[in-house]
């Protein structure tokens, strides 16, 4: 059971749902006139990160193609 808990799969998934929850907090930080422009880069900053993070387990989890 321990292995699940820290499992290449359940990281990716915990990584695609703060990804999700920074979209919407930047979503709602972006309507109309942004009234605090600093939290809204360090917003975008952490969710490239983010992105990132995701797309080497995507990339380690995903095996090469047979030639």
Do not use: C, F
Request: aromatic share 0%; charged share 35%.
């Amino acid at each position: 059971m321990d292995e699940q808990l820290h499992s290449p799969a359940r990281l990716l998934i915990e990584l695609r749902m703060e990804h999700a929850e920074l979209n919407g907090r930047i979503d709602a930080l972006s309507v109309g006139a942004p009234e605090d422009e600093l939290t809204l880069r360090r917003l975008k900053k952490q969710r490239l990160t983010l992105r990132d993070q995701i797309a080497r387990l995507e990339m380690a989890n995903d095996p090469d193609e047979p030639a």
